[in-house]
């Protein structure tokens, strides 16, 4: 499912127009991005939490070469889906 078929079916189940809709999930997302940003959690009971954590600094491989590389750390998204969402997907 791409965004618009995502706004369609949101639309769709809200009854709030499209544009409405599409407003509401900008929002949505640049707000969760901000807060990840920051290194906050943003937690929605039931669907799940969004977190960021550090990936470490690690030696990698290139595959075409083989030779070894060093890969640098950084901050990664994590999402771990709530009990209802797990309970849903089957």
Known sequence: MNKAQLVDQMAEKSGLTKADTKKALDAFVDATSAALKTKDRV??????????????ARTGRNPQTGKEIQIAAKNVVKFKPGS?????VK
């Open 84 to 88: 209802d969402l797990s309970g849903n």
């Open 43 to 56: 937690a929605l009971v039931g669907f799940g939490t969004f977190s960021v954590v550090e990936r470490s």
